[in-house]
């Protein structure tokens, strides 16, 4: 039998360059598909460096060894020289793996909440407001009336309309809530329908962005004279994770947001994250980079332009709210005897208010029982955060109980928005069926959850609660928000609006219009031009420009 030759095994240079260049391949190609940041409040930096010493101590390892021979040897030998040359050749790698372990395990354990309560606790600076003169009554019409995956169906659908589109891009179901020229609207990048679809129009770019109004429930496509060339469906440099990792390898950064300025163009904002307290703890935003998903041109603002509305997402507030609430008197207090200990509740939704967005949540006692002690709003880009105090309904008992009205049909209720109407919080829900399109709409007041008004549209359903609260004793008619204007009727014009009868008044000298239902006030079918009449209308807010007043109630004299 022929004697197999003994493989000559690699010098200790040879092993040495080898090994490094296998280090620098495995890392190069681990640092593009993961992109850590080189930055040591980063813990994938430190799983990063732990990768590279695993990969280099396996190559000189296999690299270096030795062939087999006829030495018969004991396990004890056979540790005993495996330890020898670890000593030999791995020694300072595995001395460097420790070090990096021990930072890694030691930072971690400083920053934890039981060490650093109060720090924790101050994350955010939360002041106290009073509801009825801070929230400012939104008018009907500006009132959103979907919720995310009620928007992101309508866009959905209607890309599905565009012939020249459908085929090679769909929407990328990632839209932001922003306020776009004082409305409120989500808007989202489309994206590549596949790798093929990428590879034939990549040159052109994305060439539109969907615009989806939370009011009128009208979807739009926005095409660009220039496509967009940056963004999550791009799988190599232009991916703009890669690309914002590429042009700051040390910044740590939150998911890009798509938005776009008042002019519509379309720009990633990628919130700078930091680390406040000691290694890994207390994440917090620190200004943000602004991305042209056009040009991919990056500017870092430590101070965001005011028209960018997404900084602070509402995940990262709630949990710093969760810190602020639970370790009001320590961490042992919010373990043990949770003494004046406050949570966010489960979920939250957004209000547009002074051309920002703000975060809802509700906030409700450690025992996370039926009822919320308050609410907090937060301006989504300052981070500027106010406690009302409303003590009544948890959100998920106020969709209970406006669904119970309606069970009969099966509709689900959206996470509510928290209004100001006639001076009490309220939630307003809109209800939508199993194809996620809004059919009705409900409003439920925060302390008394068992007044709960429905409607077919925003106007019905607001007049029907107003009228509860007036019935219930809860307001009286001078609080109501609305005002008297009386004259003679120069022209009347009529409309259907979602199977109702809509009367659009107009009086004599004036250019404005007031809009009422018959189904509400049936005196509106008896007008004739030339009445004279009272009309109750609702004040508008400072802002609504808009030539149709909402009308309560018609008196004909």
């Known amino acids: 039998m022929k004697k197999e ?6 010098g200790r240079a040879g092993s040495l ?10 890392g190069f190609v681990y640092f593009y598909v993961s992109l850590p940041a080189i930055n040591p ?3 994938d930096f430190y799983s990063f460096l732990l990768l590279l010493c695993v990969v280099y101590a396996i190559s000189v390892f296999a690299l270096s060894a030795k062939p087999a021979d006829n030495l018969v040897r004991t396990p004890k030998e056979k540790i005993r020289d495996w330890f020898r040359f670890v000593k030999k050749s791995c020694l300072p790698v595995l001395i460097l793996f420790v070090a990096i372990t021990a930072v890694a395990v030691v930072g971690q354990i400083a ?12 994350l955010l600076t ?3 407001g009073d509801f009825a003169s801070d929230i400012a009554e939104i008018s009907f019409n500006k009132i959103p009336t979907l919720d995310r995956a009620s928007a992101e169906y309508l866009g959905d659908r209607q890309m599905g309309t565009l012939s020249d589109m459908v085929s090679q891009f769909e929407y990328s179901n990632d839209s932001t809530q922003i306020n776009y020229q004082g409305r409120p609207v989500r ?30 429930q009208e979807a739009t496509v926005t095409r660009l004279s220039e496509g967009i060339k940056y963004s999550f469906s791009e799988p190599l440099n232009r991916n703009i994770l890669r690309h914002l990792r590429f042009q700051y390898p040390t910044m740590m950064f939150a998911t890009p ?3 776009i300025n008042e002019e519509g163009h379309p720009f990633w904002i990628a919130p700078r994250v930091v680390k406040r307290i000691g290694l ?4 917090d935003i620190q200004g943000a980079v602004l991305v042209d998903a056009v040009t991919g041109e990056c500017e870092y603002h430590e101070e965001v332009p005011n028209w960018v509305d997404t900084l602070y997402v509402p995940e990262l507030i709630m949990q710093q709210y969760d810190y602020h609430g639970t370790l009001v008197n320590g961490f042992i207090n919010s373990v043990l005897g949770q003494r004046d200990v406050t949570i966010t509740t489960d979920g939250y939704n957004y209000i547009a208010m002074n051309d920002d967005v703000y975060m809802y949540t509700g906030v409700t006692s450690a025992n996370a029982d039926q009822s919320n002690l308050g609410f907090l709003l937060t301006n989504q880009r300052t981070k500027e955060t106010h406690f009302y105090t409303a003590p009544g309904a948890t959100e998920a008992a106020a969709k209970a109980s406006a669904m119970g009205v309606v069970q009969d049909l099966g509709y689900i209720a959206t996470f509510p928005l928290l209004l100001n109407i006639a001076r009490e919080p309220t939630y307003f829900i809109p209800l939508k069926d199993a194809a996620n399109l809004v059919k009705t709409y409900a409003m439920v007041n925060v302390a008394r959850y068992d007044v709960v008004a429905i409607g077919d549209t925003v106007s019905a359903c607001e007049q029907k609660y107003i009228q509860m609260l007036s019935d219930k004793g809860i307001t009286t008619p001078d609080e109501l928000p609305q005002t008297e204007v009386k004259g003679t009727v120069a022209e009347i014009r009529t409309a259907v609006i979602d199977g109702n009868s809509f009367y659009y008044i107009r009086l004599e000298g004036e250019d404005v219009f007031y809009s009422i239902s018959a189904a509400q006030n049936r005196s509106a079918a008896l007008l004739d031009v030339g009445n004279y009449v009272a009309i109750k209308y609702e004040i508008p807010d400072e802002n609504n420009n808009s030539l149709i007043l909402n009308a309560y109630n018609i008196t004909i004299f």
């Not at 920053?111 to 101050?122: D, G, K, L, T």
């Not at 590879?199 to 539109?208: E, K, M, Y």
């Open 41 to 43: 409040h980063s813990g």
């Open 111 to 122: 920053s934890m909440p039981i060490f650093r309560a109060s720090a924790y606790r101050n």
């Open 280 to 283: 890994f703890g207390g994440t």
């Open 187 to 216: 808007v989202a990048p489309i994206a590549y329908a596949d790798l093929i679809k990428w590879f034939t129009n990549r040159g052109n770019g994305l060439p539109a962005y969907v615009v989806v109004d939370m009011v009128t």
């Open 257 to 259: 947001e798509f938005e």
């Open 126 to 128: 939360v002041q106290t």
């Open 5 to 10: 030759k003994n493989r000559k095994p690699m």
């Open 17 to 26: 360059l080898v090994s490094l260049l296998i280090t620098a391949v495995v």
